[in-house]
Each structure stands twice: as structure tokens, then as C-alpha cells.
């Protein structure tokens, strides 16, 4: 060893020992809360909650909920958030595709817009704007302008989580964030399954997510449900609050619906449900006024 990396090595030794003396100490501790796990974790194999996701869809024939709206806007990308007067409005949905979906302006409660569609092709009437949309269900071009990514597939896949097939291809992995448990007002670990539902590209070998469900590891249910687009990032997300009883059914008080590329979110609190009552065809048929100028959509 030479004589100049031996002084060299001397020196960093002796800068090491004599920092403690300069700064008092070579770290800084604080204390951060204390996340502490739950007192019951449950376990599942992999077919008990794909069993949990379609004995509930199956369950489902028809939805009738009123509800209230909270939209909201904005995120870290746009630097501020807005969020805007919540409004009543209601939802129908009939398998396998039928959906109705009305929102109402606050106070004066007139028609913010209503959505109706067959499974194929949908309307959209926006009377404060004059102005009503048709096209297809499927977004092909997504575009600039949120109103017109709003299609009903939005409505009916968050609502209800659609059923894991036969064919489908699963990756079940486990997963411990952290968060603030409502009831306690604690930091506490929140332990959950999320079953990835994976689709063969192309029927070769790249494997892309359709979708990812999560359960919670406490009772087992759906919580949240992350629905991927073509280009593998997450095009919807469905956040479910805690079950609450309606009349003999258990439904999830709330469902926040997020689009995390436009930084948007609707927050739906159910106020009454019923399931599997009668809806004929007429409930999803909205008949665009004549006079109000139709945009055409792919």
C-alpha cells in the first residue's frame, strides 16, 4: 500500500472519530407513529374469494339505488383539488348491461344529466348545456374533455365486481399498507389479498392486468377493485366503504369511483337500494328533445 492511501485512509478514520465530538452525535432520531397490526387476520386460499366475487355478482339481477353525488377535481398533477355540491340522482342497473344513471341540480333539482344504455350504445343528456352525446360504450379514443370519458361501463363495473371466469388467469398475492382506522382514530396496518385477473395477449405469452381486486384479510370482502386499460395503467378505480343494511340486503354504504390519469373521483353514498325488483325495458330509454344539438362519439 502506498504511503499517500495509507494517509488518506488515516484521515477519513480520524474524521470519522472527531465527527461525533463537532456534531454531537452522527444521527438524529424521532419518533414517527406506531402502526400496529389487527387483532384477527383471517386467511383464504385463492378459490374461497374468487368464490366470495361470484356468488355476489350472481346474487345481482337488478340494482335500484338513490344516491347522492360528491364530485371531485384536481390532485397533486393540477397542484390544487376542487370538490363541488353534492346532488342527488338515481341508478338503475339490469344485467348484463342495462344501466340508468340521473343526476339532479341541486336546489332547483332539475336534470344535471342522464345516462342510458342499452349494453352496446348510450346517450347522454345534458340539459343545463343543451347539448346530449351518443356513441358506444367502449372509450376508443380517450379525450381531453372528462364528460365525454363518462361511459356507463364506468357505472356498472364499479358497482359490481363482474365474476372471475373459468379462463381466467389469476396471481393472488398479499400486501399490508398502512392507514388510519376510522373507529380507533389509530395507525394501523390493513392487511389484504389482491387477486390480479390477467389476460393473455394476443394468446401468446405476455400476460397484461385486466384488473386487480383487493380483500381485506379482516373479513374478507372486496374493498377496492383497480380496472387496467390497454396500455397497462389504471384507468378506474373502485374504493367500497363498510356494508350498511338496506332493508334485508348488505351493500357498501359508499363507492368512490376514481379516474387517476384525469385526477377525477365520484363519490356515491347510497341512500336506498333494492335489489332484484322488476325493470322493464322503458327504464333505459332516454329520448334526446328535439332541438338539442347530438354529439357523436366512436
Known sequence: MSKERRAREYLALALTLLLPLVNGCLWHTRRVPQAKMPTNVLSAPPERLVETINKQYDAVTTLSATVTFTATEGGSLKGKETTYTSFSGYIRMRKPESLRVIGFLPVVHTRAFDMASDGGKFKLLIPPKNKAIEGTNAITKPSTNPIENMRPFIFSDS????????????????????????????????????????????????????????????????????????????????????????????????????????EQQILITIEKLALNEPLDDATFQLEIPQGIPVQKLP
Not at 390480479?196 to 380483500?215: S, Y
Not at 374478507?220 to 356494508?243: N, S
Open 159 to 262: 358497482l359490481l365486481v363482474r365474476k372471475i371466469g373459468p379462463d381466467d388467469l389469476l396471481l393472488v398475492t398479499s400486501d399490508s399498507p398502512t392507514g388510519v382506522n376510522p373507529k380507533t382514530k389509530k395507525l394501523e396496518f390493513q392487511p389484504e389479498y389482491l387477486v390480479t385477473v390477467l389476460n393473455r395477449e394476443g394468446g401468446g405469452n405476455v400476460l397484461l392486468a385486466k384488473r386487480v381486486i383487493h380483500f381485506s384479510r379482516i373479513d374478507l370482502r372486496p374493498i377496492e377493485e383497480d380496472i387496467y386499460g390497454p396500455d397497462g395503467q389504471v384507468q378506474t378505480q373502485a374504493i367500497y366503504g363498510p356494508k350498511q343494511t338496506f332493508g334485508n340486503v348488505q351493500f357498501p354504504g359508499t363507492v368512490t369511483i376514481k379516474w387517476p390519469l384525469q
